[in-house]
């Protein structure tokens, strides 16, 4: 067994993934960081009126228009 980064994990065993807690991708499986980790948060629902493109995980910001319509006769 070996383990060449010292990190208490043999080689064989590491699995890469997101290891940052606050990350949406979190990966509670993972031993060593593959810096995939996304943490930009923001609204990420692009039929709201404060859609961000740049977001990758939601913060319930997201902002809609609500119409009410009223006909009168």
């Given at each position: 067994m070996?383990?060449?980064d010292l990190d208490g994990v043999c080689d064989e065993d590491e699995v890469l993934?997101?290891?940052d807690e606050?990350?949406?991708?979190?990966d509670e499986l993972a031993t060593d960081d593959d810096g995939s980790c996304?943490?930009?948060y923001g609204c990420t629902d692009?039929?709201?009126c404060n859609y961000d493109i740049?977001?990758?995980c939601d913060d319930a910001s997201c902002e809609y228009i609500n119409f009410n319509i009223s006909i009168i006769q």
């Open positions: 070996f383990d060449s993934g997101c290891t606050i990350a949406c991708n979190y996304l943490t930009y692009p039929e709201s740049n977001a990758t």
